[in-house]
């Protein structure tokens, strides 16, 4: 007995989650008043803390959460890029 078949599958594309903007590090590594700044927030920031979590997600959570609010505030984050779109075309009048 022969089995013969013909089999066709379509793949999807794992759908991305947007990523959160980073922020301006060449702004950091330019600016040493920046830098210090930028040192004595997250510093400030893990004192209030306290002790973390023995949870190590909970821990990443709060550890990453300090660093991205510090660069935040501290450095900002890039201006949005512009969409340009497609070139505009002259008008024929």
Known sequence: MLLVAKLSLTLLNPRKTPSLPRPDVARLVQDAELQDLYNITVQNKFASL??????????????????????????????EPVNRGSPPTPSTS
């Open 50 to 79: 306290g002790v973390l979590p023995d949870d190590v997600e909970e821990s990443w959570i709060s550890f990453s959460h300090v660093i991205r609010s510090s660069a935040e505030e501290v450095i900002g984050l890039p201006e």
